[in-house]
């Protein structure tokens, strides 16, 4: 039900200059039309992209002018890392512009109905739309799977799964996507533990935490804390631990508790 064939690219680019020459477009292709997310310095719009003689709705990621050119060029390196994958559960770029260095524009496929799981959850346990069946947000949860065995396969650690990182539309499709802007658009999920760098703390495995080992196996930890994600309508994990703490805690056996609506079997 859940599992799509796995389409290898037999002749993937994965150095960065060639995958943007590769994606390369002219700003002129592209048009913004409703921004749909908005951070400090990241920018997430609904738009239109004209590729040959055909128009396609698609999300396009950028940065505004308060962006340092690191920022920017952040935008571009995390995006280009998933460039040239072709899977169902999967957001792969599909054009860049890079005409503006400082003013990058990220294009990616999507239907008009998309938005971020994260974004979603929250809504509907907010009460602000009909929350999904068990039955469903299992299913959600197997494509994420799905999605990120296929980035395995692919030799490629995420390094970043969360419901804040994956899109869906209204029909339940779910597509995992990179980690560019997340730091920005989700800062409460993001801490800094005096090493002045911004990490996805409570989402982390122990040893991502404690020996900065990221590998297949923590991104299946991450995956873990995706599915209590989906169980609890995208309820923050860890709320009762200060970001300083959860390495130790994590340490010493402590794990989220069962969502209050969390059947057994699940």
């Not at 064939?5 to 150095?15: A, E, F, G, S």
């Not at 999507?110 to 069946?133: D, E, I, Y």
């Not at 068990?134 to 995420?158: I, K, M, S």
Request: aromatic share 6%.
């Amino acid at each position: 039900m859940f599992f799509h064939k796995q389409t290898v690219p037999k002749d993937r680019i994965t150095d960065p200059a060639e995958q943007l020459r590769y994606l390369n477009t002219t700003r002129s292709n592209i048009r913004l039309e409703i921004l749909v997310h908005e951070g400090t310095f990241g920018r997430v719009y609904k738009g239109v992209f004209k590729r040959g003689d055909t128009y396609e709705e698609v999300l396009v990621k950028t940065v505004s002018e308060a962006a340092s050119a690191m920022q920017a060029a952040l935008l571009v390196a995390e995006g280009l890392r998933l460039c040239g994958l072709i899977h169902a559960n999967v957001l792969a770029p599909i054009a860049a512009c890079a005409e503006e260095a400082r003013k990058p524009l990220l294009v990616y496929c999507c239907v008009s109905h998309s938005s971020n799981l994260k974004r979603f959850l929250t809504s509907c346990r907010l009460g602000h739309q009909a929350a999904p069946a068990t039955r469903e947000l299992v299913d959600l949860g197997a494509q994420v799977a799905c999605g990120l065995a296929y980035l395995h396969v692919q030799r490629l650690v995420h390094a970043d799964i969360a419901a804040r990182n994956c899109i869906v539309d209204e029909k339940l499709r779910l597509k995992v996507a990179d980690n560019g802007l997340s730091r920005d658009l989700f800062p409460d999920d993001y801490h800094c533990l005096g090493d002045n760098e911004n990490r996805p703390v409570k989402w982390m495995a122990p040893e991502s935490l404690l020996q900065n080992q990221y590998t297949t196996a923590s991104d299946v930890w991450s995956l873990g804390i995706t599915l209590w994600e989906l169980a609890t309508l995208g309820a923050s994990p860890l709320a009762e631990l200060d970001a300083a703490d959860v390495g130790a805690f994590l340490n010493g056996g402590y794990r989220p508790s069962q969502p209050h609506n969390c059947p057994d079997e699940l």
